[in-house]
Structure formats: C-alpha cells, structure tokens
T-cell receptor, first 114, second 113 residues
Framework: AQTVTQSQPEMSVQEAETVTLSCTYDTSESDYYLFWYKQPPSRQMILVIR??????QNATENRFSVNFQKAAKSFSLKISDSQLGDAAMYFCALYGGATNKLIFGTGTLLAVQP | SQTIHQWPATLVQPVGSPLSLECTVEGTSNPNLYWYRQAAGRGLQLLFYSVGIGQISSEVPQNLSASRPQDRQFILSSKKLLLSDSGFYLC????????????FGDGTRLSIL
C-alpha cells in the first residue's frame, strides 16, 4: 500500500522568511511521482510543484523548491521569501504509475504573519 | 488549453433527496477522471475514478455512485442523501501519461439539512 504522511498539522512563518513543510511517503513502486498542492481559503486545489522519482535533481518553481531524499522517502517543500498569499493548506501527494490514483497526505495549514 | 468545469458551486439539499453533480473537461481526450470528498479541515478522500467511458472504480462503499456517459463527462449521484454526505466535493482530471499531475475543478460545497 502507498501512504503519505504529513506530520505538521499547522505551521507559521513570518512574511519574507523561509519555511519548510515536511512529507514522508512509502511505496513499493519504482516509478512514481510526487506533488505538492496548495489549497487557499477559496478551496481551489493548485499544483505547486512536482518531482519525478527518477530525477536526482530537486525541482524548483520560483520561490518554491523541494528537498527530495529518495532513500529516506522524504519530500519536503521549502517556501522562500514567504508572502501573505502563501497562506493555505498544503498537501503532499504521491502517484504510483500502476495504481492510477493520487494518494494525499492530511495536509499542513500554513499561516503567514505580517 | 485544458479546462475543467464543475457545478454547481454550492448546493443545499434536504436529507433523502437525490443528488447530481457534474464535471466536464475541455481541451483533452480520454482523460482519467476523479471524484474526491473533503470534510472541513481534513484531507481528500478519493471516492471514484474512471479511466474511460463506462469504467468506474469505487474506492469507498457508500451512498454515492458515479457515471461517465461521455469521454469528458463525469457525474456523481445519489438516490437518497444522508447527513454524512455533507462536504466539499472536488472533481479532477489527469492526462494518461503517468508523469502528469491532476488538475482540479473549483469544487462543490454540499450541505445536507
């Protein structure tokens, strides 16, 4: 079975500071993909960043980057220069190719303090 | 470009009434389609997914059903709603290639009275 664990139910960061959200996962698939989604108060689900497991290089999208540690099955999200608009629920998700399903963690609620 | 439409945005229904939520995708063909439910402050629970017309996989036995009458149309239904069916329902699509992410609709806020 595939699982995704987000051990931080809530996090807080000061505006312009950096914050890291943790995610660990478990899968028996050799070919899989990892994603971070953001859900602001509007409840839209927005893709933030994705990482292919076969790629050693960590993915980066502007202020968002990941630290992908394959051996440790860890996939953390770093948000640099935090902005008020970054306040949202963040979900880590795992896709194993054989299952056709995206497995979500329980989410981390990020607050950004002005 | 691809777009996903989900409606209605908000729905208030009495217990025991039927339900039909619709989701359509434009700009792609043969997408994988998904229905999720999200309780307040909680994560997403996968309800159904479909890899093709008429092909429905159910993840959780429940009071709901899904149908895919056309390639880019996915419908979530119930004959008789329960109070526990309240929640936020999200439709999503994904291209067939395994490295493609899921893209979500704007969701339907369902309240059962």
């Amino acid at each position: 079975a595939q699982t995704v664990t987000q051990s931080q139910p809530e996090m807080s960061v000061q505006e312009a500071e950096t914050v890291t959200l943790s995610c660990t996962y478990d899968t028996s698939e050799s070919d899989y993909y990892l994603f971070w989604y953001k859900q602001p108060p509007s409840r839209q689900m927005i893709l933030v960043i994705r990482q292919e497991a076969y790629k050693q290089q960590n993915a980066t999208e502007n202020r968002f980057s990941v630290n992908f540690q394959k051996a440790a099955k860890s996939f953390s999200l770093k948000i640099s220069d935090s902005q008020l608009g970054d306040a949202a629920m963040y979900f880590c998700a795992l896709y194993g190719g054989a299952t056709n399903k995206l497995i979500f963690g329980t989410g981390t609620l990020l607050a950004v303090q002005p | 470009s691809q777009t996903i439409h989900q409606w209605p945005a908000t729905l208030v229904q009495p217990v025991g009434s039927p339900l039909s939520l619709e989701c359509t995708v434009e700009g792609t063909s043969n997408p994988n389609l998904y229905w999720y439910r999200q309780a307040a402050g909680r994560g997403l629970q996968l309800l159904f997914y479909s890899v093709g017309i008429g092909q429905i996989s159910s993840e959780v036995p429940q009071n709901l059903s899904a149908s895919r009458p056309q390639d880019r149309q996915f419908i979530l239904s119930s004959k008789k709603l329960l109070l526990s069916d309240s929640g936020f329902y999200l439709c999503a699509w994904r291209a067939g290639s395994s490295n493609q992410p899921q893209h979500f609709g704007d969701g339907t806020r369902l309240s059962i009275l």
